[in-house]
């Protein structure tokens, strides 16, 4: 059973637009969830993260909004640039019981930016 | 520069054979963690470690072993039991304890190939 699932594997958004990546998990115990993003032949780098006591964090063109009912994040960026094109995992993680000390991954959405 | 180091980039072995993928890092973290990446999948944790001299089984660890002698070191030995180990290998660490919400820094992979 996959606990962090994206379901869209991939987006393709023209440049300037906003793009939104999304991220649903099932496990009510998460509560941080982080985003990565990831070059091809290189390890993902840490992008923006958010703790389940807010709804918001903003970090420049970078944006993840949490919608705890829903059990749903997403991440937008605005206005989207070329070299946004990467590959944006989810994260989860939580301290308590069976999640304390690491994070869940999504499967990953491969985000093209059109010049 | 602080940062993790993993070697080789590439790695070949034949079937049957154990090899040891290093993972190194100078940034002073407690925690850190071994993911396989499949093409068109997440990370799955295979092992990951909160301490020196103790660490934890992930999603997907049979058929690999890990040690975690020192602090900036935790090699990850592929055995033979694996039979599926063709894959991409990343290695992570981050300021440790049970807190899931520190962000991981990743090398940039081990490209595992059987011959």
Redesign the interface.
């Known amino acids: 059973d996959q606990q962090v699932k994206q379901n869209s594997p991939s987006l393709s958004v023209q440049e300037g637009r906003i793009s939104i990546l999304n991220c649903d998990y099932t496990n009510s115990m998460f509560d941080y969830f982080l985003w990565y993003k990831k070059y091809p032949a290189e390890g993902p780098t840490f992008l923006i993260s958010i703790s389940s006591i807010k709804d918001k964090n903003e970090d420049g063109r970078f944006t993840v909004f949490l919608n705890k009912s829903a059990k749903h994040l997403s991440l937008h960026i605005v206005p989207s640039q070329p070299g946004d094109s990467a590959v944006y995992f989810c994260a989860a993680g939580g301290a308590k019981g069976t999640n304390a000390g690491k994070s869940t991954f999504g499967d990953g959405t491969t985000l093209t930016v059109k010049p | 520069d602080g940062g993790?180091t993993?070697s080789p980039k590439y790695l070949f072995r034949k079937e049957g054979q154990n090899v040891t993928l290093s993972c190194e890092q100078n940034l002073n973290h407690d925690?850190m963690?071994w993911?396989r990446q499949d093409p068109?999948?997440?990370?799955?944790?295979i092992y990951?470690s909160?301490i020196v001299n103790d660490f934890?089984k992930?999603d997907i660890a049979e058929g690999y072993s890990v040690s975690r002698e020192k602090k900036e070191s935790f090699p990850l030995t592929v055995t033979s039991a694996q039979k599926n180990p063709t894959a991409f290998y990343?290695c992570?660490s981050s300021w440790?304890?049970?807190?899931?919400?520190q962000?991981?820094?990743?090398?940039?992979?081990t490209r595992l190939s059987i011959l």
Do not use: K, V, W
């Open positions: 993790i993993q925690a963690y993911y068109g999948q997440g990370l799955r944790l990951y909160q934890q992930g990343l992570a440790g304890g049970a807190n899931s919400n962000p991981q820094h990743f090398g940039d992979g």
